[in-house]
Structure formats: structure tokens, C-alpha cells
């Protein structure tokens, strides 16, 4: 089993539709979440990090589910220029500086 | 600020070749990572550094060497190419934050080097 694991989609939602997307860890003892977005051909920018709470940002929601090791992005009213590769990033806090990055979420939003 | 900047953005080796990809920050970061994307798998972490002459291990150190003379520069060395390190390889610096393995922190990437070993 993968240590961060996320459905690589494509998932293809028309503008305005409401999406959301699941990564899933294998360490219990994980501590930090984040979310990061990559256009194609670019670099990984950070998106949001994933707090216990739960966090928004303007039409991003990111949870956290520690009970069955899961975290979740949702999307709301998808722009065109939301179409991205989404990146699940857990630290395992196995000790030492380790990120595991999830291989991503491809998404499409069409006009 | 320039940010992460990387060197070369395209490279052809042959196999066996060696050459040093180049990174640099001018963030005052103390933390510095390389990593290599292929399809389907996400980035895995090849080296990192904690500060200016401090590196260690990640998950896939096979076949690079790394070197922290500066804070500034963290240049990544492949020392005999194979096919198998066609990938492309980003860099990665961020704040230390509070404690010394903090990874709370906002990693800033550079822009990624194509890299193409036949």
C-alpha cells in the first residue's frame, strides 16, 4: 500500500459544478496535511494546508479525518482556470525531514 | 525575489555522462530539498538539507550527490546518468519554523529541470 494515496481521476466537471477529491495516508501518526496545485509543465505551489478543524479558502474547503486517515479537498462553483493537477502532501513525522508527496488528482473543468 | 531558481530547464545526457543541475534561493531558507516527478508516482525526495553544510538522505539517493556549501545554493550531481534517472527533477526550500524538523512550513519550488538520459 502507498504511503499517500489519491485517485488519479481525470475527473472532467463542467463550470459552476461542485467537486471534491480524497487522499488517503497510511501513518496514524501523521501531523501535517497540505494541499499543493500543479499546472501542467509548472512546479507545485501550496494550495491550502488541512488543519484538524477543518479549513476554507474563499471556494476551497480542505477536512481532515484522522479516524480513517483520509483528507479531502472540495472545489465549489469550478472555474476553467481550476483545471490542475491536485497534490496530497502528508509528513509521516516518522522522524527527520520526510514529505510524501500523493502522485495527484487530475481535474478538467470545461466551459 | 527570484525565488528558486533552477539550472538547466531541458537536458540530454548519454548514459554515463555526469553533470550538476543547479538551485538556488534567495529566501534566506534554511531548508532545502531535491525531488524527481515521474508519471504516476509524485515526487519522491532524492536529498535535503537543514543548513549550509548539513545534508542527508531521502527516499531515492542512489546515483546523485548533493553539497551545501552556502545558504544560498544547493546544486544536485549525477554521477554517472542511466535511463533511469530520466525524470524531472525540482527543487524545494522553506523556513525552518519552530523546532528543527519543523514541516509546517510552505515548501517554494523552483520551475523543474526536463531531464532526458538515453
Known amino acids: 500500500r502507498k504511503e499517500v494515496e489519491q485517485d488519479p481521476g481525470p475527473f472532467n466537471v463542467p463550470e459552476g459544478a461542485t467537486v471534491a477529491f480524497n487522499c488517503t495516508y497510511s501513518n496514524s501518526a501523521s501531523q501535517s496535511f497540505f494541499w499543493y496545485r500543479q499546472d501542467c509543465r509548472k512546479e507545485p505551489k501550496l494550495l491550502m494546508s488541512?488543519?484538524?478543524s477543518g479549513n476554507e479558502d474563499g471556494r476551497f474547503t480542505a477536512q481532515l479525518n484522522r479516524a480513517s486517515q483520509y483528507i479531502s479537498l472540495l472545489i465549489r462553483d469550478s472555474k476553467l482556470s481550476d483545471s490542475a493537477t491536485y497534490l496530497c502532501?502528508?509528513?509521516?513525522?516518522?522522524?527527520?525531514?520526510?514529505?510524501?508527496f500523493g502522485a495527484g488528482t487530475r481535474l478538467f473543468v470545461k466551459a | 525575489n527570484a525565488g528558486v531558481t533552477q539550472t538547466p530547464k531541458f537536458q540530454v545526457l548519454k548514459t554515463g555522462q555526469s553533470m550538476t543541475l543547479q538551485c538556488a534561493q534567495d529566501m534566506n531558507h534554511e531548508y532545502m530539498s531535491w525531488y524527481r516527478q515521474d508519471p504516476g508516482m509524485g515526487l519522491r525526495l532524492i536529498h535535503y538539507?537543514?543548513?549550509?553544510?548539513?545534508?542527508d538522505q531521502g527516499e531515492v539517493p542512489n546515483g546523485y550527490n548533493v553539497s551545501r556549501s552556502t545558504t544560498e545554493d544547493f546544486p544536485l550531481r549525477l554521477l554517472s546518468a542511466a535511463p533511469s534517472q530520466t525524470s524531472v527533477y525540482f527543487c524545494?526550500?522553506?523556513?525552518?519554523?519552530?523546532?528543527?524538523?519543523?514541516?509546517?512550513?510552505?515548501?517554494?519550488f523552483g520551475p523543474g529541470t526536463r531531464l532526458t538520459v538515453l
Open positions: 488541512v488543519y484538524s
Open positions: 524545494a526550500s522553506s523556513y525552518s519554523g519552530q523546532g528543527v524538523m519543523s514541516s509546517y512550513n510552505e515548501q517554494f
Open positions: 538539507s537543514v543548513g549550509a553544510g548539513i545534508t
Open positions: 502532501v502528508v509528513n509521516p513525522n516518522t522522524g527527520g525531514f520526510k514529505t510524501i
